[in-house]
T-cell receptor, first 114, second 114 residues
Framework: DAGVIQSPRHEVTEMGQEVTLRCKPI?????LFWYRQTMMRGLELLIY????????DSGMPEDRFSAKMPNASFSTLKIQPSEPRDSAVYFC????????????FGPGTRLLVL | GDSVTQMEGPVTLSEEAFLTINCTYT??????LFWYVQYPGEGLQLLLK?????DKGSNKGFEATYRKETTSFHLEKGSVQVSDSAVYFC?????????????FGKGTKLSVIP
Protein backbone atom coordinates (compact mmCIF):
# COMPACT_ATOMS: atom_id res chain seq x y z
CA ASP A 1 0.00 0.00 0.00
CA ALA A 2 1.27 3.48 -0.81
CA GLY A 3 2.13 5.69 2.09
CA VAL A 4 1.13 9.29 2.59
CA ILE A 5 1.88 11.24 -0.58
CA GLN A 6 2.88 14.88 -0.54
CA SER A 7 3.57 17.30 -3.34
CA PRO A 8 5.62 19.14 -4.23
CA ARG A 9 8.67 17.74 -2.43
CA HIS A 10 10.47 21.05 -2.75
CA GLU A 11 9.14 24.55 -3.30
CA VAL A 12 11.05 27.79 -3.70
CA THR A 13 9.02 30.95 -3.98
CA GLU A 14 9.30 34.66 -3.43
CA MET A 15 7.84 36.57 -0.55
CA GLY A 16 4.24 37.53 -1.19
CA GLN A 17 3.45 34.62 -3.47
CA GLU A 18 0.76 32.05 -2.76
CA VAL A 19 1.95 28.55 -1.91
CA THR A 20 -0.21 25.43 -1.98
CA LEU A 21 0.95 22.17 -0.47
CA ARG A 22 -0.89 18.94 -1.20
CA CYS A 23 -1.42 15.70 0.65
CA LYS A 24 -2.99 12.37 -0.13
CA PRO A 25 -3.49 10.29 3.02
CA ILE A 26 -3.28 6.54 3.16
CA UNK A 27 -6.47 5.00 1.80
CA UNK A 28 -8.94 4.20 4.57
CA UNK A 29 -7.39 6.58 7.09
CA UNK A 30 -9.91 9.06 8.43
CA UNK A 31 -7.63 11.37 10.40
CA LEU A 32 -5.22 13.80 8.79
CA PHE A 33 -2.65 16.10 10.36
CA TRP A 34 -0.48 18.93 9.04
CA TYR A 35 2.80 19.63 10.87
CA ARG A 36 5.56 22.19 10.41
CA GLN A 37 9.17 21.40 11.29
CA THR A 38 11.81 24.06 11.91
CA MET A 39 15.16 23.99 13.66
CA MET A 40 14.02 26.53 16.22
CA ARG A 41 10.61 25.14 17.12
CA GLY A 42 10.83 21.47 16.21
CA LEU A 43 7.62 19.76 15.09
CA GLU A 44 4.42 21.73 15.52
CA LEU A 45 0.89 20.53 14.81
CA LEU A 46 -0.86 23.02 12.59
CA ILE A 47 -4.26 21.43 12.04
CA TYR A 48 -6.10 18.15 12.54
CA UNK A 49 -8.96 16.81 10.41
CA UNK A 50 -11.25 13.94 11.28
CA UNK A 51 -13.60 12.61 8.61
CA UNK A 52 -12.71 15.64 6.47
CA UNK A 53 -13.77 18.09 9.18
CA UNK A 54 -11.24 20.41 10.84
CA UNK A 55 -11.26 19.53 14.53
CA UNK A 56 -8.38 21.57 15.86
CA ASP A 57 -6.75 24.44 13.98
CA SER A 58 -5.28 26.15 17.03
CA GLY A 59 -1.78 25.56 15.70
CA MET A 60 -2.30 27.52 12.50
CA PRO A 61 0.06 30.47 12.92
CA GLU A 62 -2.11 33.21 11.47
CA ASP A 63 -4.74 34.05 8.90
CA ARG A 64 -2.25 33.69 6.07
CA PHE A 65 -2.49 29.93 6.58
CA SER A 66 -5.54 27.93 5.56
CA ALA A 67 -6.19 24.23 5.13
CA LYS A 68 -8.94 22.27 3.43
CA MET A 69 -9.93 18.66 3.07
CA PRO A 70 -12.59 18.46 0.35
CA ASN A 71 -12.70 14.68 0.43
CA ALA A 72 -11.19 11.70 2.22
CA SER A 73 -8.28 11.38 -0.18
CA PHE A 74 -7.01 14.94 -0.52
CA SER A 75 -5.98 17.90 1.59
CA THR A 76 -4.28 21.22 0.91
CA LEU A 77 -2.37 23.68 3.04
CA LYS A 78 -2.23 27.15 1.58
CA ILE A 79 -0.09 30.12 2.58
CA GLN A 80 -1.10 33.47 1.15
CA PRO A 81 0.90 35.67 1.13
CA SER A 82 4.04 33.74 1.98
CA GLU A 83 6.83 35.22 4.09
CA PRO A 84 10.47 34.18 4.62
CA ARG A 85 9.66 33.02 8.17
CA ASP A 86 7.33 30.40 6.68
CA SER A 87 10.36 28.53 5.36
CA ALA A 88 10.21 25.07 6.90
CA VAL A 89 9.45 21.46 6.15
CA TYR A 90 5.72 20.76 6.14
CA PHE A 91 4.58 17.22 6.90
CA CYS A 92 1.23 15.60 6.39
CA UNK A 93 0.32 12.53 8.47
CA UNK A 94 -2.69 10.25 8.60
CA UNK A 95 -4.12 7.77 11.07
CA UNK A 96 -6.30 4.74 10.52
CA UNK A 97 -9.90 4.64 11.61
CA UNK A 98 -10.09 3.62 15.25
CA UNK A 99 -6.35 4.02 15.89
CA UNK A 100 -5.50 7.69 15.98
CA UNK A 101 -2.62 6.89 18.31
CA UNK A 102 -0.43 5.86 15.38
CA UNK A 103 0.31 8.52 12.79
CA UNK A 104 1.97 7.76 9.47
CA PHE A 105 3.96 10.61 7.99
CA GLY A 106 4.53 11.66 4.42
CA PRO A 107 7.99 12.61 3.09
CA GLY A 108 7.35 16.32 3.61
CA THR A 109 7.50 19.45 1.48
CA ARG A 110 10.58 21.59 1.95
CA LEU A 111 9.51 25.21 1.49
CA LEU A 112 11.88 28.09 1.00
CA VAL A 113 10.45 31.59 0.79
CA LEU A 114 12.97 34.14 -0.46
CA GLY B 1 0.58 20.67 29.54
CA ASP B 2 2.25 17.58 28.13
CA SER B 3 5.93 17.73 27.32
CA VAL B 4 8.77 15.50 26.16
CA THR B 5 12.44 16.02 26.94
CA GLN B 6 15.15 14.25 24.98
CA MET B 7 18.87 14.22 25.49
CA GLU B 8 20.69 16.86 23.51
CA GLY B 9 22.54 15.75 20.45
CA PRO B 10 24.31 15.21 18.28
CA VAL B 11 25.41 11.75 19.32
CA THR B 12 28.33 10.19 17.47
CA LEU B 13 29.09 6.48 17.89
CA SER B 14 31.32 3.94 16.25
CA GLU B 15 29.70 1.03 14.46
CA GLU B 16 28.67 -1.80 16.84
CA ALA B 17 28.58 0.51 19.85
CA PHE B 18 25.72 0.48 22.33
CA LEU B 19 23.15 3.23 21.95
CA THR B 20 21.00 4.93 24.55
CA ILE B 21 18.90 8.00 23.85
CA ASN B 22 17.16 9.27 26.94
CA CYS B 23 13.57 10.44 26.90
CA THR B 24 11.44 11.62 29.80
CA TYR B 25 7.95 12.99 29.71
CA THR B 26 5.41 14.99 31.65
CA UNK B 27 1.76 14.09 31.19
CA UNK B 28 -1.36 13.33 33.14
CA UNK B 29 -2.60 9.78 33.29
CA UNK B 30 -1.11 7.09 31.10
CA UNK B 31 -0.09 8.45 27.72
CA UNK B 32 0.99 6.35 24.76
CA LEU B 33 4.68 6.69 23.96
CA PHE B 34 6.45 6.55 20.62
CA TRP B 35 9.84 6.73 18.98
CA TYR B 36 9.97 8.05 15.45
CA VAL B 37 13.03 8.07 13.18
CA GLN B 38 13.75 10.57 10.41
CA TYR B 39 16.38 9.63 7.84
CA PRO B 40 18.00 12.45 5.87
CA GLY B 41 15.58 14.06 3.44
CA GLU B 42 12.67 11.87 4.50
CA GLY B 43 9.58 12.06 6.68
CA LEU B 44 9.17 10.58 10.12
CA GLN B 45 8.73 6.84 10.39
CA LEU B 46 7.25 5.12 13.40
CA LEU B 47 10.01 3.04 14.96
CA LEU B 48 8.25 1.60 17.99
CA LYS B 49 5.56 2.35 20.51
CA UNK B 50 4.21 1.36 23.92
CA UNK B 51 0.74 2.07 25.17
CA UNK B 52 0.84 1.10 28.84
CA UNK B 53 3.23 0.96 31.75
CA UNK B 54 5.94 -1.74 31.58
CA ASP B 55 5.26 -2.39 27.90
CA LYS B 56 8.37 -2.83 25.80
CA GLY B 57 8.29 -1.64 22.22
CA SER B 58 10.82 -3.13 19.84
CA ASN B 59 11.70 -2.97 16.15
CA LYS B 60 14.83 -3.38 14.01
CA GLY B 61 16.95 -4.13 17.09
CA PHE B 62 15.76 -1.02 18.92
CA GLU B 63 13.93 -1.29 22.24
CA ALA B 64 12.25 1.06 24.68
CA THR B 65 10.40 0.28 27.91
CA TYR B 66 7.56 2.41 29.26
CA ARG B 67 8.59 3.27 32.83
CA LYS B 68 5.76 4.99 34.66
CA GLU B 69 7.71 5.32 37.92
CA THR B 70 10.47 7.33 36.25
CA THR B 71 8.28 8.79 33.45
CA SER B 72 10.82 7.60 30.92
CA PHE B 73 10.96 5.83 27.58
CA HIS B 74 14.67 5.51 26.77
CA LEU B 75 15.64 4.15 23.35
CA GLU B 76 18.36 1.46 23.24
CA LYS B 77 20.14 -0.64 20.66
CA GLY B 78 22.85 -3.12 21.41
CA SER B 79 24.92 -2.66 18.25
CA VAL B 80 24.40 0.30 15.96
CA GLN B 81 25.11 0.34 12.24
CA VAL B 82 26.01 3.16 9.88
CA SER B 83 22.50 2.86 8.43
CA ASP B 84 21.05 3.87 11.81
CA SER B 85 22.34 7.41 11.32
CA ALA B 86 19.23 9.57 11.55
CA VAL B 87 17.31 11.90 13.85
CA TYR B 88 15.27 10.18 16.54
CA PHE B 89 12.15 11.74 18.06
CA CYS B 90 10.43 10.71 21.24
CA UNK B 91 6.72 11.53 21.37
CA UNK B 92 3.67 11.03 23.52
CA UNK B 93 -0.03 11.07 23.04
CA UNK B 94 -2.44 11.58 25.90
CA UNK B 95 -4.80 8.87 27.09
CA UNK B 96 -8.44 8.79 26.16
CA UNK B 97 -10.32 7.96 23.01
CA UNK B 98 -10.58 11.62 22.03
CA UNK B 99 -6.87 12.34 22.34
CA UNK B 100 -5.11 12.80 19.04
CA UNK B 101 -2.25 15.26 19.39
CA UNK B 102 1.32 14.01 19.43
CA UNK B 103 3.76 15.99 21.53
CA PHE B 104 7.31 15.60 20.20
CA GLY B 105 10.69 16.05 21.74
CA LYS B 106 13.19 18.18 19.84
CA GLY B 107 14.95 15.21 18.32
CA THR B 108 18.38 13.66 18.79
CA LYS B 109 20.69 13.37 15.82
CA LEU B 110 22.68 10.14 15.72
CA SER B 111 25.74 9.71 13.53
CA VAL B 112 27.35 6.27 13.32
CA ILE B 113 30.85 6.13 11.88
CA PRO B 114 32.49 3.02 10.42
Amino acid sequence: DAGVIQSPRHEVTEMGQEVTLRCKPISGHNSLFWYRQTMMRGLELLIYFNNNVPIDDSGMPEDRFSAKMPNASFSTLKIQPSEPRDSAVYFCASSPTGDTKTQYFGPGTRLLVL
Amino acid sequence: GDSVTQMEGPVTLSEEAFLTINCTYTATGYPSLFWYVQYPGEGLQLLLKATKADDKGSNKGFEATYRKETTSFHLEKGSVQVSDSAVYFCALRGPGAGSYQLTFGKGTKLSVIP
